[in-house]
């Protein structure tokens, strides 16, 4: 069964409208991310968490929020939503270990997100 | 700061052939490499993961060599199948510098034909 559940899977909204994108995680993982995946640039981290209560920046934060009320969820946030946040979103749940320098990350299906 | 930088695609192979995915990547200490591969529809897994220099990591058929010298991590695989078309990411962290970041590539489509 999947560690790491999404939802919605798919999303419309209109531009200006909130929405809230939700991720679950069942992996008991300290640390949860949150991606965006566009055509010519990959993965970029958005938020993300070490710990229930935690949430920060990652490299492109502009326009959404992230909450992490527990340690099993994860939520993103676009208070104001633009066409510009079309995009695919995925979120992860990471086990860091420390004293070493890895940190594999499980992701969930995604959420597919247009805003018109 | 960190980056690692790959193959740009889409890359198209026919079945059979040998497939290289170049990857570099820039830390000033000493990262953990992984390569992780996306199929259609679904979230990234992990591929495999290699943690010290030197040494070597496969899975399913694919290998890479963590090169510290030449700062390099190439995907390869002697014969590849239909079944691996999807997108392939090499990826790094170092949780001695940042506990929480992990660095992508753009990533590299690979579509194989039958």
Known sequence: EAAVTQSPRNKVAVTG????LSCNQTNNHNNMYWYR?????????IHYSYGAGSTEK?????GYKASRP?????SLILELATPSQTSVYFCASGDADWGTSQNTLYFGAGTRLSVL | GD???????????SEGTSLTVNCSYETKQYPTLFWYVQYPG????????VPKANEKGSSRGFEATYNKEATSFHLQKASVQESDSAVYYCALSDTRTNAYKVIFGKGTHLHVLP
């Open chain 2, 42 to 49: 679904e979230g990234p897994q992990l591929l495999f993961k």
């Open chain 1, 70 to 74: 527990s340690q099993e969820n994860f």
């Open chain 2, 3 to 13: 980056s690692v930088t790959q193959t740009e695609g889409p890359v198209t192979l």
């Open chain 1, 17 to 20: 409208g909130k929405v809230t």
């Open chain 1, 37 to 45: 995946q566009d055509t010519g640039h990959g993965l970029r981290l």
């Open chain 1, 58 to 62: 990652g490299d492109i934060p502009d």
